[in-house]
């Protein structure tokens, strides 16, 4: 079956770097005060904003995710070591940490957000007609990612790439809108996705579909 079937929450259209259902930390903010005025408890809005590991320390201008995304804690890797399941959808273990290591070789330097949106394009791929359908299959066809031309897909994941990885099958599904495609302009070579539609920008990522 080529689409696959994700039945969790996902997150509305992104407003370029400032996704929806994203609070902007502001001077004074606490994680207690932000869920307090977004009608979440700690621990669910803790679980919607899996890139931060202190709760206590949140920086002006910082994204956090408002929205409900799963009612129980986001797997470990671990916890996945057979298979990690969205409901309908099934991915081993050995699909995740290719993921991840995907995603680490791509956006290394890129914020968690940045992260995710590379993780939900590969997604977006095995959903797609125009691409194989499944992650390996994805990640490998010929011509389409540098790392796998260069060796850095070889490169273990980092734990920031596996948590993005992770928070995108949890509920971070949409982060990069339907983009199939991603790359930065400011030292991309061939520039044939200039002409294609941006979806969304994220750090040095434009996102096109």
């Not at 079937?5 to 001077?27: D, H, W």
């Not at 590379?118 to 990612?145: D, T």
């Amino acid at each position: 079956m080529k689409k696959l079937i994700f039945a969790l929450a996902l997150l509305a259209s992104l407003i370029f770097a400032a996704p929806a259902f994203a609070y902007t930390v502001e001077k004074g903010d606490t994680m207690s005060n932000i869920a307090r005025e977004n009608d979440l408890t700690l621990q669910e809005l803790a679980k919607a904003n899996p890139q931060i590991n202190n709760l206590d320390l949140i920086y002006v201008g910082q994204h956090i995710y408002t929205n409900k995304v799963n009612n129980s804690p986001l797997p470990s890797r671990e916890a996945t070591s057979k298979k990690t399941r969205s409901n309908k959808l099934s991915i081993s273990d050995d699909e995740i940490d290719l993921l991840a290591r995907l995603v680490r070789a791509e956006a290394q330097t890129e914020s968690f957000e940045g992260k995710a949106a590379v993780a939900s394009v590969v997604l977006n791929r095995v959903e797609s007609p125009q691409f194989p359908n499944s992650i390996k299959k994805v990640i490998y066809q010929s011509g389409q990612f540098q790392p796998v031309s260069n060796g850095e897909i070889n490169q273990p994941a980092d734990k920031e790439s596996i948590k993005a990885v992770q928070a995108v099958l949890s509920g971070l599904r949409n982060i990069a809108k339907d983009s199939l495609f991603f790359y930065n302009p400011n030292i991309a070579t061939n520039r044939w996705l200039d002409s294609r539609e941006t979806t969304v920008v994220i750090g040095q990522h434009v996102f096109k579909n």
